[in-house]
């Protein structure tokens, strides 16, 4: 081998070492799928959403009230799954001051009827967007009556599980 090898072969792991010291020491935190995770610093997105009917509303018209904004597609089969778990949570805790907005990926022509579920339409995405719900189907987002952010779950929720039950009364009291 020449020098110019060596100083590549040196080069080449000094690099790899550099990449892998700083992959961990940034503490990147990778999202758990299924699992509630804290959100802040995210303000409410002001971009108008569309129902079957074509009436738009935006998420400031539902400021006192606990808005649980669920971002699915019907050819998602984990979101497929997930929905009559949600619409069982939701049955359960109609008497509260909840509001349930399931916006769906695809123009609302294309959305499979499903009794009781709130079907909102996202032109272009805008909404998902700004309130970091682009990183995939299901997503699940928890806006408290005051209109702040508190957290996401990314993937299917476990809606029958006392935890969600929990968090979701502990939200709520800030209604009453």
Same mark, same amino acid.
């Given at each position: ?10 080069? !080449? ?36 959403? @569309? ?6 509303? !935006? ?5 006192? @009230?606990?808005?649980?904004? *669920? ?19 939701? *049955? ?10 399931? #916006? *769906?990926?695809?123009? #609302?022509?294309?959305?499979? !009827? ?37 957290? #996401? #779950? ?7 599980s006392h935890q969600m039950q929990e968090r979701v009364d502990l ?6």
């Amino acid at each position: 081998m020449n020098k110019t090898s060596y100083i590549s072969i040196i080069v !080449t792991a000094l690099f790899v070492a550099g990449v892998f010291f700083w992959v961990k020491m940034s503490k990147i935190d990778v999202p758990k799928l299924g699992q509630f995770q804290v959100l802040s610093d995210i303000g409410l997105s002001k971009a108008k959403i @569309k129902d079957s009917q074509g009436k738009s509303i !935006t998420l400031a018209d539902l400021k006192g @009230k606990l808005v649980v904004l *669920h971002s699915w597609a019907s050819w998602c089969a984990p979101c497929m799954e997930e929905i009559p778990q949600m619409m069982d949570f939701f *049955h359960k805790n109609q008497d509260k001051k909840i509001v349930l907005i399931a #916006i *769906h990926r695809e123009p #609302i022509r294309q959305i499979p !009827t499903i009794q009781g579920l709130p079907i909102y339409f996202d032109e272009g995405n805008i909404l998902a967007q700004e309130m970091m719900m682009i990183k995939g189907i299901p997503s699940t987002l928890f806006i408290a009556p005051s209109g702040k952010v508190q957290g #996401i #779950i990314l993937g299917k929720a476990q809606w029958q599980s006392h935890q969600m039950q929990e968090r979701v009364d502990l939200m709520l009291k800030e209604v009453q």
